[in-house]
């Protein structure tokens, strides 16, 4: 599966985004789906994921109760719903793919996309 992720942009604290990530391929629903960021000098870290089905997702505790992951099966595509932006959200978001079970662990997820910005200015 390639992906492509979207939506980046530069933002005001407190504002929104909505990131997207559109899978090519018919086995869209074979993967579990994910969302991470790196920022600048850290470490790849995970942000979000969606189980195959659409019925289980998990959030890092740092974003849970702003960002929202949902999936569309008709358009094979994955959105993060980014709300009440904070400068710390500032980074390059990566979609990710995985055939394994959900999980947090990048190592567990085979298929990435080319990242997108989001800066968040205070």
């Known amino acids: 599966v390639q992906l492509q992720a979207s939506g980046g942009g530069l933002v005001q604290a407190g504002g929104s985004l909505r990131l997207s990530c559109a899978a090519s391929?018919?086995?869209?629903?074979?993967?579990?789906m994910g969302w991470f960021r790196q920022a600048p000098g850290k470490e790849r870290e995970f942000v979000s994921r969606i189980s195959r089905s659409g019925g289980v997702t998990a959030y890092a505790d740092s974003v849970k109760g702003r960002f929202t992951i949902s999936r569309d099966y008709n358009t094979n595509t994955v959105h993060l719903q980014m709300n009440n932006l904070k400068p710390e959200d500032t980074a390059v978001y990566y979609c990710?793919?995985?055939?394994?079970?959900?999980?947090?662990?990048?190592?567990?997820?085979?298929?990435w996309g080319q990242g997108t910005l989001v800066t968040v200015s205070s």
């Open positions: 391929g018919r086995t869209f629903s074979r993967y579990t």
């Open positions: 990710a793919a995985g055939e394994g079970v959900s999980s947090r662990d990048k190592s567990d997820y085979e298929h």
